[in-house]
């Protein structure tokens, strides 16, 4: 399946114009995208879908999405932008001459994208919402989101009032909140430093696991109740 990628790397996006490919990413991939231009129906599949790097990352690493841009040279970056996205996204690996690059705070929202995805949910961004993504259970256009969900550094530390905001706005939409957090697992870590082995990306996969916490705003109140 092929898209056509624009743009410098946190603001890369795909389109995806044929009908027929667009209901295919969105019924049989789980992948929903933002449509561009108007559906016939509110429960209706678009004609021309954009992508974000979270859903191009699945999709190139699953196999259902191939990244096109047109030129030689635009192929070749295509090819540079592919590799990035299944690789970087579990890697700390700088490849050299690498000229597309992602901030580790994307590269984590792509590793927890992918672990959600795996986990068999449908998930969508959730910008309105303050987070950074929605799960639904099913069709994002006829269902409502059951979590939101919040990526944060593993060790990255945040204010309490930030808590109970995302805890507030949780409540008011009637939704679970989720925390999530990449994790290096130390162990596979330390053997990979005594082994003195280069960490290729499966072996760097099983280093690394997503992490949830998941609070209520009920809870949070009663714990506070508790130190005061």
């Given amino acids: 399946m092929e898209t056509v990628v624009a743009l410098c790397p946190e603001d890369t996006y795909a389109l995806v114009d044929d ?4 209901s295919f990413l969105q019924q049989e991939c789980r992948i929903y995208g933002s449509p ?3 559906s016939a129906t509110a429960a209706a ?3 021309r879908l954009r992508l974000a790097l979270e859903e191009m990352a699945v999709g190139v690493a699953k196999g259902f999405l191939r990244l096109n841009v047109a030129g030689e040279e ?7 932008i592919a590799r990035e996205l299944t690789d ?5 690996d700088v490849h050299d001459g690498a000229t597309w690059r992602l901030t580790q705070q994307r590269c984590d929202r792509l590793r927890v994208f992918r672990d959600l ?7 969508t961004f ?6 950074d993504f929605l799960l639904y259970k099913d069709n994002p256009r006829i269902s409502h989101a059951v979590a939101l969900v919040v990526v944060k550094g593993y060790e990255e530390d945040f204010a309490r009032v930030d808590v109970v905001s995302f805890c507030r706005v949780a409540k008011m939409v009637k939704k679970q909140l989720i925390f999530a957090s990449v994790r290096m697992n130390e162990e596979s870590t330390n053997e990979g430093e005594q082994k003195g082995e280069s960490s290729n990306s499966g072996a760097q996969e099983g280093a690394e696991s997503v992490v949830y916490v998941s609070l209520t705003h009920a ?3 009663s714990r506070q109740e508790q130190s005061e």
Avoid: M, T
């Fill in 19 to 22: 009908a027929e490919q667009v």
């Fill in 88 to 92: 970087n996204w579990k890697s700390k």
């Fill in 74 to 80: 635009g192929q070749i970056f295509a090819k540079e």
């Fill in 45 to 47: 599949a678009p004609s």
């Fill in 117 to 123: 995805w795996d986990r068999g949910y449908i998930v």
């Fill in 126 to 131: 959730g910008s309105k919402f303050g987070a």
């Fill in 219 to 221: 809870l949070l109140v």
């Fill in 36 to 38: 561009e231009g108007v």
